[in-house]
């Protein structure tokens, strides 16, 4: 409930973001940035709810996604490789992967590098990614090669996420704040992790938060009632918020964010809810995005959600006081118009703290 969930955490009702960030931040994109252009939204009269537990929903117009292709796009696959290096994007099936590895309109190619390996030791229901109980170690070249590729790409902003290796005593913690070092080490290039919970471990949360990143990402995927169903049963609701609550509170003026799916079932009431969870605990950017099912084996998609939907959730967002909504179809929690926006939120802050130390 609303007032249980609020007692056991802080309440951020001022943020730890100034009225000038906030006010930049507030004008990123909108809904009409996470919509294929052509698609048809309004007038779509296609069935987007399923009622029978076998039926299986056709896709709407405004999920269809191009062949990935271009010059960006290979020379980023072919340094991968070169480098033994993963990202989610394909790991994870991602729609987005050929804009964002092409560049889009402004040209500026953008992917998520996945550390710790291509094997989780988890199984959440909507995730491609391999599972394993033992994967292979870390490759120790892992941090450097990654600092590397992405000195070499000439990138602004990356995102380093992580597979969970429950199988680490620290659960990959050291490593993640070592990549993290070395990407630092390299140039400006402004980082964001998204990494897993550590079993609850909040010294690898700090570990992470104070290793130079300058947004700290973890997702509670769905909303609390249906964590059981479509998450692995080592993660939950509550761990989640406490990771990403510590990552403030060892860094205030760190920069945190969760992403939210929306089509496995969940009610508006249960969305509001989730939203108003995060707040609590001071995150300061949320994504949504619908859920797409990867592959036959996994959970199939309840409810495909209209547009003016996602517009809607991104209207309460604002108005509970995040800085920063990412909300539409294609939305995913590294969706490059989101790293662009929050690009410019973190070079205002520097700058800030420049000003104010001078």
């Given at each position: 409930?609303?007032?249980s969930?609020?007692?056991r ?10 009225a000038?960030q906030?006010?930049?931040i507030?004008?990123g ?7 294929r252009?052509?698609a ?5 009269t ?9 039926e ?11 062949i ?8 980023l696959?072919e ?5 033994k290096l ?6 994870a099936?991602?729609?987005?992967i050929g804009e964002?590895w092409t ?7 953008t992917a ?7 094997t ?5 229901r909507?995730?491609?990614?391999k599972?394993?109980r ?9 941090p ?10 000439g990138?602004e902003y990356?995102v380093?996420?992580?597979?969970d290796r429950?199988?680490l ?11 993290v070092r070395?990407v630092?080490q ?14 609850g ?8 938060a104070l290793?130079?990143v ?6 509670v995927?769905?909303?609390k ?20 609550e510590?990552?403030k ?8 964010k969760?992403s939210?799916?929306l089509?496995?079932g ?18 300061d950017?949320?994504t949504?995005?619908q ?11 309840k ?15 604002g108005?509970?006081?995040?800085a920063?909504?990412a ?24 700058q800030?703290?420049?000003d104010t130390?001078?």
């Amino acid at each position: 409930s609303s007032s249980s969930s609020s007692s056991r955490v802080r309440c951020y009702t001022t943020g730890t973001l100034s009225a000038d960030q906030r006010e930049k931040i507030q004008s990123g994109p909108g809904i009409q940035d996470f919509i294929r252009a052509t698609a048809n939204t309004t007038d779509y009269t296609g069935k987007l709810k399923k009622t029978l537990p076998t039926e299986r929903l056709r896709i709407p117009p405004w999920l269809k996604s191009t062949i990935p292709k271009g010059k960006n796009f290979n020379r980023l696959k072919e340094s991968l490789r070169g480098l033994k290096l993963h990202t989610v994007c394909e790991e994870a099936k991602c729609p987005n992967i050929g804009e964002c590895w092409t560049g889009g309109k402004e040209g500026v190619a953008t992917a998520t590098i996945m550390v710790l390996g291509d094997t989780c030791t988890r199984g959440c229901r909507f995730c491609s990614v391999k599972t394993a109980r033992r994967p292979p170690p870390p490759d120790p070249e892992e941090p450097v090669n990654t600092a590397v590729a992405i000195a070499a790409w000439g990138l602004e902003y990356v995102v380093i996420t992580t597979v969970d290796r429950d199988d680490l005593e620290d659960g990959g913690a050291a490593h993640i704040a070592e990549t993290v070092r070395e990407v630092k080490q390299r140039g400006t290039v402004l980082v964001e992790t998204l990494t897993g919970d550590f079993r609850g471990d909040l010294e690898g949360v700090e570990k992470v938060a104070l290793s130079g990143v300058d947004v700290y990402a973890h997702n509670v995927e769905t909303v609390k009632g249906l964590q059981w169903l479509v998450r692995d049963p080592r993660a939950n609701y509550e761990q989640s918020l406490a990771v990403l609550e510590h990552a403030k509170k060892v860094k205030p003026n760190l920069v945190t964010k969760s992403s939210v799916m929306l089509g496995f079932g969940e009610t508006d009431e249960e969305v509001e809810q989730t939203l108003r969870d995060l707040r609590a605990v001071g995150v300061d950017c949320v994504t949504l995005g619908q859920y797409m099912q990867p592959s036959k084996w996994h959970m199939k998609v309840k409810e495909y959600v209209r547009p003016e939907k996602f517009e809607h959730w991104e209207r309460i967002g604002g108005e509970l006081g995040f800085a920063y909504t990412a909300s539409g179809p294609l939305v995913r929690s590294s969706y490059r118009a989101g790293e662009f926006f929050l690009k410019n939120l973190l070079h205002k802050r520097k700058q800030d703290s420049v000003d104010t130390t001078a």
